[in-house]
C-alpha cells in the first residue's frame, strides 16, 4: 500500500522555523520527481518546492530564500526546511509524488499524496 506521511507542522511565531518531513512507504522515493504543496482555505493549491528524481530544486517565488527542500532517498524521506515562516505562510502543507524523475508544472500528474501537516504561523 503506497502511502506518503507528512509530520512536523504545528503552530510557531513568525520569524520562526519548522522541518517537515514526509516518509513513503510502498514505494521507493529514489528516482522519482517529489513535491511540496500547501493549501489555505479560499485559495489555490500553491506548489511551494519541487525535487526532481537527483537534486534540482526549485522554489516558489513567496518562499524563495526561506525554504528548503531536500531528499533522503536511503530514508524514503523528503524534508522542507521553513525559516523565517511568515504569517501568509500557514496552511495545510501536503508532500506529493510523481512516478517519473523529472517534475512538470502539471499538479495532475503528481500521483500520490500525502494527508497534510497544519503550519500556523502567528504574527
Known amino acids: 500500500q503506497v502511502q506518503l506521511v507528512e509530520s512536523g507542522g504545528g503552530s510557531v511565531q513568525a520569524g520562526g522555523s519548522l522541518r517537515l518531513s514526509c516518509v513513503a512507504s510502498g514505494f521507493t522515493t529514489r528516482g522519482a520527481c517529489m513535491a511540496w504543496f500547501r493549501q489555505v482555505p479560499g485559495k489555490a493549491r500553491e506548489r511551494v518546492a519541487i525535487i526532481s528524481g537527483g537534486h534540482d530544486k526549485e522554489t516558489a517565488d513567496s518562499v524563495k530564500g526561506r525554504f528548503t527542500i531536500s531528499r533522503d532517498d536511503d530514508k524514503s524521506t523528503v524534508y522542507l526546511q521553513m525559516n523565517s515562516l511568515k504569517f501568509e505562510d500557514t496552511g495545510i502543507y501536503y508532500c506529493?509524488?510523481?512516478?517519473?524523475?523529472?517534475?512538470?508544472?502539471?499538479?495532475?500528474?503528481?500521483?500520490?499524496w500525502g494527508q497534510g501537516t497544519q503550519v500556523t504561523v502567528s504574527s
Open positions: 506529493a509524488s510523481r512516478n517519473h524523475y523529472w517534475c512538470t508544472r502539471a499538479d495532475a500528474d503528481f500521483v500520490y
